[in-house]
């Protein structure tokens, strides 16, 4: 089945719901009310009653008129639809519109567990996910992304739910949940990727560093030849969960395996949001080398490794990491390798390019400082 929601129906449907709605009550049968998706809200639906509606299939739904004629018409047009003999679907779809989502949750897994209608199961699917993530139910938002990614690739891609914050209750049921889902015997790798790259989040929002290093090694299985969308996929999650282990790696201030994991996963920092993150990482690693060495050759490997995170993303969409990489560098010209001149203009530049910000505030905290011990700019 095709993404139902991304055809456009949701938005239709709550454009029109109160009008359908006012048809449930006393319908005898189902209804579809159509409308072009190239109309305005404002254009009346062409309302279709005593129908029975048959299927939903590949992005279109079918259904028979009194009269015995048969209709298709595109998901994209359909504005609303009750069904005579599912009270349960009807009442989600209105608290759908009404963007009473804990509810509709309810009622379309009511729908669900109950209806008979095979392609009404399929349809509700899309539906109950994306309302149970809407009302932070991140625990029947998993289960619903699961089912999608197993019956509806298509619409699993749209509908992937977001990690709450590490303080929520539902994180640690998730990846049990998660775990199991990708352990089942016959899933497949397009299935178990997109699940491990969401277990991958669940277990760095758990800070569960034993967690990702396992997520990791299964997902340097599933990496193959560039240009598979699965391994391309696969691909991006195993250089989230790297980035996740250098991260633990800096925590726990083991310098070289942070540095280590960088260096040896750096051809799978492909975007540069990533490449950014891999950077500023390795450059702490070097940070904490230096600082263990206490050698200038180490401290000036560190400022460099600072300096390379400004120069290669301060174009960048947010210049990543860049306003923090030099406030470090510049600690380290002042502090270890006695170029204050040099730091204090770096200050001064943080001040200038990154105004109103907490690195700005900073920066121009310890410019203050140098000026009044009568430091100048080089």
């Not at 129906?9 to 454009?15: L, T």
């Not at 739910?161 to 929520?168: G, I, L, T």
């Not at 002042?334 to 910000?357: G, K, V």
Request: proline share 5%; with cysteine; aromatic share 6%.
């Amino acid at each position: 089945m095709k993404d139902l929601l991304a055809t456009g129906y949701h938005c239709h449907f709550v454009a029109s719901v109160l009008t359908v709605a006012a048809m449930v009550c006393p319908a005898r049968a189902d209804i579809v009310s159509i409308r072009r998706p190239t109309e305005p809200a404002t254009v009346a639906p062409t309302v279709y009653t005593d129908v029975k509606v048959t299927d939903i299939i590949d992005g279109r739904i079918a259904f028979t008129t009194a009269a015995g004629n048969t209709v298709a018409k595109d998901m994209a047009s359909v504005v609303g639809m009750s069904i005579e003999d599912e009270p349960a679907f009807n009442q989600a779809q209105q608290d759908y519109a009404a963007n009473q989502f804990n509810r509709a949750v309810d009622e379309y897994e009511q729908t669900i567990q109950k209806t008979d209608k095979p392609w009404l199961k399929n349809f509700c699917q899309p539906f109950l996910t994306d309302a149970a993530n809407k009302s932070g139910r991140f625990d029947r938002a998993v289960e619903g992304y699961i089912n999608l990614v197993m019956n509806q690739p298509a619409a699993a891609v749209r509908y992937r739910p977001a990690v709450p914050p590490p303080s929520s209750q539902y994180l640690d049921d998730a990846a049990k949940t998660l775990s199991a889902a990708v352990d089942v015997s016959d899933i497949t790798s397009e299935q178990q990727t997109p699940l491990l790259s969401l277990l991958l989040d669940v277990d760095r929002a758990r800070n569960d560093t034993a967690g990702v290093d396992a997520i990791a090694t299964r997902l340097g299985k599933l990496v193959g030849n560039s240009g598979n969308p699965t391994a391309n996929v696969a691909s991006l999650a195993l250089a989230d969960a790297k980035l996740a282990e250098a991260n633990a790696a800096l925590a726990q201030k083991d310098f070289d395996r942070a540095a280590s994991i960088i260096t040896g996963a750096g051809d799978l920092f492909v975007d540069s949001t990533r490449q950014a993150d891999a950077l500023f990482i390795l450059a702490q690693a070097r940070d904490g080398q230096a600082g263990s060495k206490n050698d200038p050759n180490a401290w000036r490997d560190a400022a460099i490794a600072y300096m390379r995170v400004a120069a290669d993303f301060k174009d960048a969409a947010g210049a990543p990491h860049v306003a923090d990489a030099l406030l470090h560098a510049a600690a380290i010209l002042e502090n270890q390798l006695n170029q204050s001149p040099q730091a204090l203009q770096m200050y001064q530049s943080i001040q200038t390019r990154f105004p109103n910000t907490a690195a700005a505030a900073k920066a121009t905290s310890q410019a203050g400082r140098l000026l009044a011990a009568g430091v100048r700019p080089s």
